[in-house]
């Protein structure tokens, strides 16, 4: 409950678009995605990616980071395509 709760905190204080939500969104992915609950990681990933994308910009090195983790998620999937 500890990457849960860190969500919950940092969106009643931070609002739903700080940069650091997506941090934290993206560690509750790749703890997910370590279990094997692709499916649940995924919106994750998704979310911190539009935060990123919203709050940073669209270049930003720390949306590099979502991408790439997206990606891998992607692969491990097997969704090649969407991955590349």
């Known amino acids: 409950p500890l990457y849960k ?8 204080s931070l609002g739903p678009d700080h940069p650091d939500l997506a941090t934290r969104l993206n560690n509750l992915a790749g703890l997910l995605q370590a279990q094997g609950k692709y499916d ?8 911190a990616i539009a935060i990123g994308e919203t709050s940073l910009g669209p270049d930003h090195p720390e949306l590099a980071t979502s991408l790439n983790n997206l990606g891998n998620l992607l692969v491990a999937k097997g969704k090649y395509d969407e991955a590349e």
């Open 5 to 12: 709760r860190a969500i919950t905190i940092s969106e009643t």
């Open 40 to 47: 649940e990681a995924e919106p994750l990933y998704k979310r």
